[in-house]
C-alpha cells in the first residue's frame, strides 16, 4: 500500500490547501463536474464543463469548484490546457478543445493533510498540502495525529471512435477503472466499473448513483450498490441522462503511512 506521507505521486496535488474529503451523508454537499456532451463526432469539436459543490446532483447552489488539481488527458496521454477558465460563486465553468480522436479524462485530483499536535502544552492544528507535511509539524510537537484526505473528481468524453488508453489507474487514492466504456453507456444495457483504492480492489464499498435533474422531481433518484470481491458493481440504469458516482472509503495509518480518508466522484452519460 502506497506510504502517503513520502508517496512521490503527492507532488501532483502540491499546491492544494483546502478539501473536504470525507464521507458524504445524506446532507453533504456533492462534488461533480459535468460536461456539456460526453460523445462527439468529426474531427474537431468544442465542450463546456461546469464544476461545482452541492446539495443536489449538478444543481449549483453551494459553492464553485477548486480547480487546482485539473488535469485533461487527452488520448495519446498527453495533458491538455482547460481553455476560457472561469470561477464564480457557485460554479466553476472551462473548455476543452477535442482535436485528437478518441476519449480524454478530465479529472480534478485534490489532496489535503489535517493534522493536531501538542507543542508547549497547547493543542495546536495545521492544515495543508501532503508535500508540506513532514515540515508543516514543528520540532518538539508531541501527541501528533495527522490524516490524509484524497478527493478525484472526473469525466470522460470521446471524439470519433471510443480509445481506452487514459484508464490506466495511477495507484493512489480512490479510482476507477471502467469495465464498460464510460461514454458507451446506453438504456437498457448494465454499465459495470471497478473501484481501486491505491491500485487494489476495492471490495464491500457502498457506491451512491444519482441521476441529475432532481430539483424538478418530486423524490431524488438515487441507487445504492456495494463493490464485489473484484471491486466490481454494475448499474441497470433507470433513464437517460446524467449519473453522478460517488464512493468513499477510509484506510487505516501504519509502518510509515498516513491514516487515509479518499472518496472518487464520477459523472457519466446514459444515452437512449
Same mark, same amino acid.
Given at each position: =500500500?502506497? !506510504?502517503?506521507?513520502?508517496?512521490?505521486?503527492?507532488?501532483?496535488?502540491?499546491?492544494?490547501?483546502?478539501? =473536504?474529503?470525507? +464521507?458524504?451523508?445524506?446532507?453533504?454537499?456533492?462534488? &461533480?463536474?459535468?460536461?456539456?456532451?460526453?460523445?462527439?463526432?468529426?474531427?474537431?469539436?468544442? /465542450?463546456?464543463?461546469?464544476?461545482? =459543490?452541492?446539495?443536489?446532483?449538478?444543481?449549483?447552489?453551494?459553492?464553485?469548484m477548486r480547480l487546482d488539481g485539473l488535469t485533461i488527458t487527452g488520448p495519446d496521454g498527453q495533458l491538455l490546457s482547460p481553455e476560457n477558465m472561469m470561477r464564480g460563486r457557485y460554479r466553476a465553468t472551462f473548455d476543452v478543445h477535442l482535436t485528437q480522436q478518441g476519449?480524454? !479524462?478530465?479529472?480534478?485530483?485534490?489532496?489535503?493533510?489535517?493534522?493536531?499536535?501538542?507543542?508547549?502544552? #497547547?493543542?495546536?492544528?495545521?492544515? %495543508?498540502?501532503?508535500?508540506?507535511?513532514?515540515?508543516?509539524?514543528?520540532?518538539?510537537?508531541?501527541?501528533? #495525529?495527522?490524516?490524509?484526505?484524497? =478527493?478525484?473528481?472526473?469525466?470522460?468524453?470521446?471524439?470519433?471512435?471510443?480509445?481506452?488508453?487514459?484508464?490506466?489507474?495511477?495507484?493512489?487514492?480512490?479510482?476507477?477503472?471502467?469495465?464498460?466504456? +464510460?461514454?458507451?453507456?446506453?438504456?437498457?444495457?448494465?454499465?459495470?466499473?471497478?473501484?481501486?483504492?491505491? %491500485?487494489? +480492489?476495492?471490495?464491500?464499498? #457502498?457506491?451512491? /448513483?444519482?441521476?441529475?435533474?432532481?430539483?424538478?422531481?418530486?423524490?431524488?433518484?438515487?441507487?445504492?450498490?456495494?463493490?464485489?470481491?473484484? %471491486?466490481?458493481?454494475?448499474?441497470?440504469?433507470?433513464?437517460?441522462?446524467?449519473? &453522478?458516482?460517488?464512493?468513499?472509503?477510509?484506510?487505516?495509518?501504519?509502518?510509515?503511512?498516513?491514516?487515509?480518508?479518499?472518496?472518487?466522484?464520477?459523472?457519466?452519460e446514459v444515452l437512449p
Amino acid at each position: =500500500m502506497t !506510504r502517503y506521507r513520502f508517496s512521490p505521486l503527492l507532488a501532483f496535488v502540491a499546491g492544494v490547501i483546502a478539501l =473536504m474529503a470525507v +464521507p458524504l451523508g445524506a446532507h453533504a454537499h456533492r462534488a &461533480w463536474m459535468q460536461p456539456s456532451s460526453t460523445v462527439l463526432s468529426g474531427t474537431d469539436a468544442w /465542450i463546456g464543463v461546469d464544476a461545482g =459543490m452541492s446539495n443536489g446532483v449538478f444543481i449549483a447552489d453551494h459553492a464553485a469548484m477548486r480547480l487546482d488539481g485539473l488535469t485533461i488527458t487527452g488520448p495519446d496521454g498527453q495533458l491538455l490546457s482547460p481553455e476560457n477558465m472561469m470561477r464564480g460563486r457557485y460554479r466553476a465553468t472551462f473548455d476543452v478543445h477535442l482535436t485528437q480522436q478518441g476519449t480524454y !479524462r478530465i479529472a480534478n485530483v485534490l489532496g489535503s493533510v489535517v493534522a493536531s499536535y501538542t507543542l508547549n502544552g #497547547e493543542r495546536q492544528r495545521w492544515r %495543508g498540502t501532503p508535500a508540506e507535511y513532514p515540515q508543516g509539524v514543528p520540532e518538539g510537537a508531541t501527541a501528533v #495525529e495527522a490524516t490524509l484526505s484524497a =478527493m478525484r473528481v472526473e469525466t470522460f468524453v470521446t471524439l470519433g471512435n471510443l480509445s481506452d488508453d487514459v484508464f490506466v489507474p495511477t495507484g493512489y487514492g480512490l479510482e476507477m477503472v471502467p469495465v464498460t466504456h +464510460p461514454n458507451d453507456l446506453v438504456l437498457g444495457e448494465a454499465g459495470q466499473f471497478r473501484l481501486l483504492i491505491d %491500485g487494489r +480492489p476495492a471490495a464491500g464499498l #457502498e457506491v451512491t /448513483i444519482a441521476r441529475g435533474g432532481s430539483r424538478y422531481r418530486t423524490a431524488p433518484e438515487e441507487l445504492t450498490l456495494t463493490t464485489d470481491a473484484d %471491486g466490481v458493481y454494475s448499474v441497470d440504469w433507470p433513464e437517460a441522462g446524467m449519473y &453522478w458516482m460517488h464512493a468513499s472509503i477510509q484506510v487505516p495509518g501504519g509502518d510509515g503511512r498516513l491514516p487515509l480518508s479518499a472518496q472518487y466522484n464520477g459523472v457519466v452519460e446514459v444515452l437512449p
